[in-house]
């Protein structure tokens, strides 16, 4: 099989939100609320249990580039975030259950009948992605169209994008076209056009790619983020220490008592060896 | 702290409820009750203490699941908790910890499985006390992660203090048992001290606002108080309204490290 993977280029999206809506008709996942945030014109502004595609509005200063504005407007530029199925996965690794799973197109894969609602994936995540839906119970975020994918078909989301913004493919041909359209971009003047997979962190790289102008950052794309997986040496062996030391700990004071006492140490040890 | 897009948190606070630091409180004591009363039996000491110490191990085990089932999303899929073992996950790691504990804690009443179910016990024991430590620091919410070499002993230490209050309030007044306890409490007030000095922007949610205010109060009757009552006063009244305050200063310290958590989530951007 393939591995596949999403390259969503954000100088090509228009802020339409049809993948939005191709993803929650598609996926059948529940409305979340009708806030009204004042937020650009962003009422979704993350992705959650029930918003699988989110398309974010970010307001810059004015700046030439692709569909140029007048002096007077803000720059304006839209990026569908997605789930980014990481390459070392924070949720996948935190299940317990294994529920949890990595799909034979490389993304990761949430399978309902077996997740028990546990919550440990909610704080695995370094991106904020997968969240418990209250209403259900279980944890719910981006199948990738796993049952699409199955078929041969591309994901609802990257279907419906009517500017070719979200790609999808495989990976290593989105890579290189990646490559090829940042060429293009700062031939044209773009200059703050960036890529972004994490490649760089202990992530190891996403299946979901990113082109966006600017900061990363404000697209709430880190640069700097770690799979907790990183921190279990630490953990481990901190714990382990500290076991050792209960036990060692409440062994001599009770030793120490029952020398003080009239017992034996030796006659002590010698229990504890049996 | 960089740009985020409107402020949004870059991560997804906690979903648990009040039932996981409950469990974290209970799973400690009774982890902490199975080192005493195994320890207890194999130096000879007092009968009574190490069969009591048995009893709240083998009590404190069924509570534990009880609530971890309830936080479940699904609880009447919590067997699917035993459906793999996964060392890279904690949790995983966890729900094997604790039914090797309550089959070992059970196992210990039983007069003829007493010494292998109780070293077993002992065992699984110092994992309930640690392993939680390990659950919340390898995470992505800053505050837990930051504090993951800390963590671990600082738990051992709430759980051990824990059953040995537990002990004293039974009735139980042996100088051992008052040596564990005063560790115990000697060694929350140096992580308490710790915690109150160290000063990076992810340990915030540990000093200030409702989190940092539980986190000080549950430093304070875990550690200084508690030793200072029991290194004053060998009265009994005493060494219980100590065992009272370190009771209530780890389950403090077990809630305000979930409410620094979810204050953590939102501060990360």
Same mark, same amino acid.
């Given at each position: 099989m393939a591995t596949t993977a999403f390259l969503t280029d954000s100088t090509l999206c228009i802020g339409c939100k049809a993948c939005e809506v191709a993803c929650k008709e598609y996926n059948d996942v529940p409305a979340d609320g009708y806030a009204f945030t004042g937020q650009s014109y962003d009422n979704t502004l993350q992705l959650g249990h029930s918003t699988w595609r989110h398309v974010a509005f970010v307001e810059m200063d004015t700046a030439f580039g692709v569909g140029g504005n007048s002096g007077e407007q803000l720059s304006w530029s839209f990026v569908s975030d997605v789930c980014k199925h990481c390459e070392h996965a924070g949720c996948l690794e935190a299940c317990p259950t294994g529920s949890i799973v990595r799909t034979e197109f490389g993304s990761v894969y949430v399978q309902p009948d077996v997740c028990n609602g546990c919550g440990y994936c909610v704080v695995g995540c370094p991106f904020g992605v997968i969240d418990r839906r209250p209403t259900d119970g279980r944890a719910f975020k981006c199948t990738f169209c796993y049952d699409r994918q199955r078929d041969g078909e591309q994901p609802a989301c990257a279907k419906a994008c009517p500017t070719q913004s979200i790609l999808f493919g495989e990976i290593e041909d989105l890579r290189a076209h990646a490559e090829r359209r940042l060429e293009t971009l700062r031939a044209r003047g773009v200059d703050d056009a960036a890529f972004w997979d994490? #490649?760089? *962190?202990?992530? #190891? #790289? *996403?299946?979901a790619m990113f082109i966006v102008r600017g900061d990363p950052e404000a697209y709430n794309l880190p640069q700097q983020v770690d799979v907790p997986t990183v921190y279990l040496e630490d953990g481990w062996k901190s714990a382990a220490a500290a076991a050792l030391v209960a036990i060692a700990g409440t062994a001599a004071a009770f030793l120490a008592r029952r020398r003080g006492h009239g017992g034996s140490t030796r006659s002590a040890l010698q229990r504890i060896s049996v | 702290m960089t740009t985020t897009y409107y402020d949004v948190p870059l991560l997804k606070p906690p979903v648990w409820t009040w039932e996981v630091p409950l469990y974290f409180f209970a799973g400690g004591a009774a982890g902490g009750a199975a080192i005493i009363g195994s320890i207890a039996e194999w130096t000879g000491a007092n009968g009574h203490l190490a069969r009591d110490a048995r009893w709240i191990a083998a009590g404190g085990a069924p509570i534990s699941a009880a609530l971890l089932t309830a936080d479940l999303g699904r609880p009447e899929r919590f067997v699917n908790m035993l459906r793999v073992f996964k060392p890279q996950s904690p949790m995983s790691i966890g729900s094997w910890t604790l039914a090797a504990f309550s089959a070992s804690t059970t196992g210990a009443l039983v007069p003829a499985l007493s010494k292998a179910a109780g070293t077993s016990s002992a065992l699984t024991g110092a994992a309930m006390l640690t392993y939680t430590g390990v659950l919340i620091g390898a995470t992505a919410i800053p505050v837990w992660h930051e504090n993951i070499r800390l963590l671990p002993p600082h738990f051992a230490a709430s759980g051990i203090a824990s059953a040995a209050a537990i002990l004293t309030l039974m009735g139980h007044d042996e100088p051992a048992l008052n040596d564990v306890a005063m560790g115990a409490a000697a060694a929350e007030t140096v992580i308490g001290a710790f915690v109150e000095t160290r000063s990076t922007p992810a340990m915030a949610p540990l000093r200030e606002g409702p989190s940092g205010w539980m986190i000080r109060a549950g430093g304070v009757l875990s550690g200084p108080v508690p030793l200072l009552m029991r290194a004053t006063s060998k009265k009994p009244t005493w060494r219980k309204a100590a065992s009272v305050a370190a009771l209530a200063g780890s389950l403090l310290t077990r809630l305000g490290w979930i409410a620094a958590g979810r204050v953590s989530a939102k501060m990360k951007g």
């Open positions: 994490a #490649g760089d *962190t202990s992530v #190891g #790289g *996403t299946h | -």
